[in-house]
């Protein structure tokens, strides 16, 4: 008999509500706004908010716990989505 497991996922972006206070928990970029742990007041900056990797890796405080587990953790989906933002900062960068 398999066991039900009982945690919570992280919200995705698409349950973030607009003007809800958000971390960013992505990769920092040089001569951008994003730097890893930031807190946006307003929910996701309008520049992310259509980006399918960064809008992700935004989560509201009562998720940052369990975001920063899930980041360093292989295998997980924000781990994915950093991994890419990683490539698409490195990307930006040449």
Do not use: C, H, W
Request: charged share 30%; glycine share 6%.
């Amino acid at each position: 008999m398999a066991k039900a497991k009982n945690k919570k996922a992280v919200p995705q972006s698409a349950e973030i509500k607009d003007k809800t206070p958000v971390i960013y928990v992505g990769p920092g970029a040089r001569n951008s706004i994003l730097s890893t742990y930031a807190i946006f007041a307003d929910g996701i900056p309008a520049e992310f908010a259509n980006d399918d990797v960064f809008k992700q890796l935004f989560v509201t405080p009562d998720k940052l716990n369990e975001a920063r587990q899930a980041v360093g953790k292989k295998g997980t989906a924000l781990n994915s989505f950093y991994q890419k933002a990683v490539e698409k900062l490195k990307g930006e960068n040449k």
